[in-house]
Structure formats: structure tokens, C-alpha cells
């Protein structure tokens, strides 16, 4: 069974103008699984307490464990998270969890990954566990940001080896690139995704409505519903 | 209706209560027989708590209340849950 427990914030780095990298300091963490999340507990100093889940950018041994945050602009917590904890500040975690969406270095089949915004996250601790495992899985990533500018962990996505990478921009793409700003949709899905087979994996990931739309179209394209895994992130 | 997440959700409060991961748990419908892993179903969280909905019928499945003075589990909507061996 799993509990709350305390962690301290070891630092903090600027992922994009909304989006921060915080690792945690977790005594007794036992490491985790590519995919898993946790769940972290603000208290307040009136005793109001409020619960979110984050996915874990982190793989591998240590107690050092870091999370993507992306900031919810009317959010409770998020907005804290993004702008205001320090390092030294106390929270409380309970993690890691689930085994459903998660990648282990042991599933040799083809994996396809779509991120939406902040759900490259738990995707980005999948491909770093593929490089620290020595995997040769075949991994391709679809990655729709608003900007070039909202790429969270652009630097290593960029040196990401044989991971086949391909961004899609919704609001601004850099000059000269081909497609236009929009929405992810079926032929986007169609041309820049893995097509249907058996032993492949898809993990779709990012707000409510992306993922809805993008898992939706990718069972339309013949992929087996049981073999798309998503995390919702919530939101529209 | 609120956006819904999926019932991976339910790991960290199901925790509390179970040795088992919920998530990869099978689960009944009770409506509707669809068969799912408890980390495909449509869960609705509020400050009330957890809902777990069906993602074939949209009956409602699980629902978790945690509160200071305990945590309140409906199975109602369930024939059966899975749980699968761990290792
Ligand atoms: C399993 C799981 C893993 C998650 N992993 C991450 C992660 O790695 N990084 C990350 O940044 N977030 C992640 N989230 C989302 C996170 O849990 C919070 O929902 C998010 O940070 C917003 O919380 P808040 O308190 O700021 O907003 P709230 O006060 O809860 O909500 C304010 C308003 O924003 C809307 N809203 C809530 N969530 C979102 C969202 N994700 N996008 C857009 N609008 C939203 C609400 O409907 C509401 O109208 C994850 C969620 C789940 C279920
Ligand atoms: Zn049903």
C-alpha cells in the first residue's frame, strides 16, 4: 500500500514561460516505472488541502524524482507550482502509481508516442528509460505544441538518437516549416504516426480533448482500442 | 459534463486501501459485461471525490469518497473485478 509521505523541493528549472521542471526529493523512493505518476498534497495553513496528479519525467535509480508542470492559468495548484515553490519547500507525495500506462524496457514491440503540450512528460521518462535500458525497441514520437517555443525538454528530445521525432505546431510553426498550424487530425495522424499492427503500442497523452480526439482517430485508422493506452490530463 | 481523465487516477487513493494496482485490474460492468482495465474506464474527479464511469456504457462503476473521517468505497456498479497477480 501506498501512503503520503514528505519531499522536499531539491530545485527547480524554466521548461517554457508556462512550464517548470521540479524535482523532488523523496527519501525512500524506490524508483519507478516510465509512465507512472504520483499525487502531491498542498496543505494550506488553515488545513485546506488540495490533491493533483503528475506524471514522472524520471527513470532510474536515486531518490531524486522530477516532474513536468505546465501552468493552468485559473489553476489552484498548478500556478504554484510553476511560479512560486522553492527549493527547500516541503510537500507531501504519495507514488509511484499505476501499471497500466507504463512502458517497460522488457516490451520489445514498436511504440508509438503522441504528446499533447505537458502530456510529453510521462512519454519523455518512456524515452528516457528506452536510452538508460539500451533498448532497441523502434520508438516515434508525434509531438503537438502550441509554439516551437512551448517544447518541454526540447534540448533532449533533440538528441534523442534513433527516436524518430516529429513535431506538429497548433498556433505558430517556425519559419519555412511545411505544415500549417492547426489541430492534430486524422490525416495528420494517418501520415505521421505508426500505421496499425499487432505488436505495436500506441501511448496517447496530454489534455482531455486532445487525447480524446487523437485516440479516437487512431482507432479509426484501424488501431486496436486495447492497444492505445491514454492519460488524460484533464481540462477541455 | 466535466472533463474526465482515466482511471489511472484511481491509483494513488485506491492505494490507500489495497496492496493490488487498481489500474490493471479487470473490471465488469455491471450494465452493460464490457470488460476493461480499470485504467481505461472515464473517471470524473471533484473535490467530492472519485468517479469511475463505464467507457463503453457510461454507468457508473466505482465511486471513492475520501474524507478526514475515512474513506467511503461503492462497488455497486461492478459484477467483478480482476486483479491480477503482481510480479
Ligand atoms: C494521471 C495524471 C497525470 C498528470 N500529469 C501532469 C503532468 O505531468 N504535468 C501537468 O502539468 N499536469 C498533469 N496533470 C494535470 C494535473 O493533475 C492538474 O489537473 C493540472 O495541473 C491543473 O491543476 P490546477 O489545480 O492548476 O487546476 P484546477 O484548479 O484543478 O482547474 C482549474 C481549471 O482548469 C481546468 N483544467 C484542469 N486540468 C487541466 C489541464 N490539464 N489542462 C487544461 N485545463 C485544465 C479545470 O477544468 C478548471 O476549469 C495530470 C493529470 C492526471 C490525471
Ligand atoms: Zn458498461
Known amino acids: ?236 | 459534463m466535466p472533463a474526465h481523465v482515466d482511471g489511472n487516477a484511481l491509483a494513488g487513493p485506491m492505494s490507500e486501501l489495497f496492496a493490488f494496482d487498481v489500474t490493471v485490474a479487470t473490471a465488469v460492468c455491471g450494465s452493460c459485461g464490457d470488460n476493461a482495465h480499470m485504467g481505461q474506464a472515464m473517471v470524473y474527479v471533484s473535490a467530492m471525490g472519485h468517479v469511475a464511469r463505464c467507457r463503453s456504457c457510461g454507468d457508473v462503476l466505482m465511486v471513492l469518497v475520501e474524507t478526514p473521517n475515512g474513506t467511503m468505497l461503492n462497488v455497486r456498479g461492478l459484477t467483478g473485478l480482476r486483479i491480477a497477480p503482481t510480479g
Open chain 1, 1 to 236: 500500500m501506498t501512503t503520503w509521505r514528505a519531499a522536499t523541493v531539491a530545485s527547480t528549472a524554466r521548461l517554457t514561460s508556462t512550464a517548470r521542471s521540479i524535482v523532488l526529493d523523496v527519501p525512500g523512493w524506490q524508483g519507478n516505472l516510465a509512465g507512472q505518476h504520483l499525487d502531491l498534497r498542498l496543505t494550506a495553513e488553515d488545513g485546506y488541502q488540495a490533491v493533483r496528479s503528475y506524471s514522472i519525467a524520471s527513470v532510474g535509480p536515486g531518490q531524486l524524482v522530477e516532474l513536468g508542470v505546465d501552468k493552468v492559468v485559473d489553476g489552484e495548484v498548478s500556478p504554484y507550482l510553476v511560479d512560486e515553490v522553492r527549493a527547500g519547500d516541503q510537500l507531501e507525495i504519495r507514488g509511484p502509481l499505476g501499471g497500466w500506462f507504463v512502458w517497460r524496457p522488457a516490451d520489445v514491440g514498436p511504440v508509438q508516442l503522441v504528446a499533447g503540450g505537458s502530456g510529453i512528460v510521462p512519454l519523455a521518462a518512456m524515452i528516457r528509460a528506452r536510452r538508460t535500458s539500451s533498448s532497441v525497441a523502434p520508438f516515434r514520437l508525434l509531438y503537438s505544441a502550441r509554439t516551437p517555443d512551448d517544447v518541454l525538454f526540447a534540448p533532449e528530445l533533440d538528441n534523442a538518437g534513433d527516436v524518430e521525432i516529429t513535431f506538429a505546431y497548433t498556433r505558430r510553426a517556425p519559419d519555412g516549416f511545411a505544415r500549417k498550424p492547426k489541430r492534430l487530425d486524422r490525416t495528420d495522424l494517418a501520415e505521421l504516426t505508426l500505421p496499425p499492427a499487432d505488436d505495436l503500442t500506441v501511448f496517447v497523452c496530454g489534455p482531455t480533448g486532445f487525447v480524446e480526439a487523437v485516440a479516437d482517430g487512431l482507432v479509426s485508422l484501424g488501431h486496436d482500442p486495447a492497444r492505445v493506452k491514454t492519460e488524460r490530463f484533464g481540462g477541455a
